[in-house]
């Protein structure tokens, strides 16, 4: 279908050599699809749009996902690499480290990544050089640690769920642990590689952990539900990393808005069109937090969110 796409692109231009001419594609990839990435990838388009490139008019917006696949990652990058896109948009480490280890030409901004020096995407976020820029979304380890505390005062053993093939989830597991061993409690790991073991690996912290806490990290993040299932059989309070997975059933997180995270990805594809160099734009973490509860979630996990809680969070979900 992509190709497709791009060949009658390139009918339009024999066509039309005027609307051509001012014709740009924008490649966008996510490593799976659940509503944090979706969200960031429909805020990279309206971006665009309200820079003045509109798909269907001036605009070709691509768009695959890699289901989850490190190797459909690959495959993926190989493909719109090929294809030579005016920038490509990876969303997500996994699939960001596809992109960037196979071009130094084309444009590269992407984004949700949450340590792009860790994953060896750059070297320096100042001045990142070469053809790479983008946005980090490095969660607010401090506030989420904050909000555990606050709605379950009483905890003693955080366990916490993740994928350790995503650098991302290295990454905020140890800036997590640091900070729960500094607050003098406990961290309890279970890794699932997988979407399919999130569930065995959420029931593994049964017994171990006296809440849990869901990173970005995107294979868990994948499987949400399968992890809020045990939270609730076991009534162990489930926290989350993003605000998209409050409405899927975690009782509470604080963090990032990921369609205003694309729409400011997007906002440095428009300055990429418009003629800047990516290695010229400074690598920045992603503005905004938002607090979003669920007070029926935390019912069936046995936990009361506090009013004071309710009272200040932006979104309070029915």
Do not use: W
């Not at 944090?36 to 070709?60: F, H, I, P, Q």
């Not at 969303?91 to 196979?102: E, K």
């Not at 401090?142 to 053993?157: F, G, M, N, Q, W």
């Not at 699932?192 to 959420?202: C, I, L, M, R």
């Amino acid at each position: 279908m992509r190709k497709l796409l791009l060949a009658l692109a390139a009918a339009s231009a024999i066509a039309s050599p005027a609307l051509a001419a001012d014709t740009v594609t924008v490649a966008v990839t996510a490593i799976v699809e659940h509503p944090a990435l979706d969200a960031c990838r429909d805020g990279v388009k309206d971006a665009l749009a309200e820079a003045g490139y509109k798909d269907g008019e001036n605009l070709t917006f691509v768009y695959e996902s890699a289901q989850g696949n490190p190797a459909t990652a690959a495959q993926i990058a190989r493909q719109f690499i090929g294809e030579a896109p005016d920038v490509i948009v990876p969303i997500s480490t996994p699939s960001a480290q596809a992109v960037v280890a196979g071009t130094r030409d084309i444009p590269v901004v992407f984004t949700a990544v949450t340590d792009p020096v860790g994953a060896k995407l750059i070297s320096n976020t100042e001045k990142p050089g070469g053809n790479v820029t983008g946005l980090s979304d490095f969660s607010p380890l401090d506030d989420h640690l904050a909000l555990i505390r606050e709605i379950s005062p009483d905890a003693k053993t955080i366990g916490i769920v993740y994928n350790s093939g995503e650098a991302n989830s290295v990454a905020l597991l140890e800036g997590m642990r640091s900070r729960v061993e500094a607050a003098g409690l406990e961290l309890v790991e279970s890794v699932a590689t997988k979407s399919a073991e999130v569930q065995g690996a959420t029931r593994a912290l049964v017994g171990k952990a006296d809440v849990i806490y869901i990173p970005t990290d995107n294979t868990i993040v994948s499987a949400l539900e399968a992890a809020v299932k045990v939270a609730e059989e076991n009534d162990i309070p489930l926290y989350a990393g993003d605000t998209d997975s409050v409405p899927r059933g975690a009782l509470a997180a604080v963090g990032f808005n990921y369609h205003d995270i694309g729409v400011q990805t997007g906002q440095i594809v428009a300055r990429v069109l418009k003629g800047e160099k990516p290695g010229d734009i400074a690598v920045k973490v992603a503005a905004g937090t938002n607090l979003i509860v669920n007070p029926g979630a935390a019912e069936r996990m046995g936990v009361e969110i506090p009013q004071a809680v309710i009272d200040r969070a932006n979104t309070v979900v029915k």
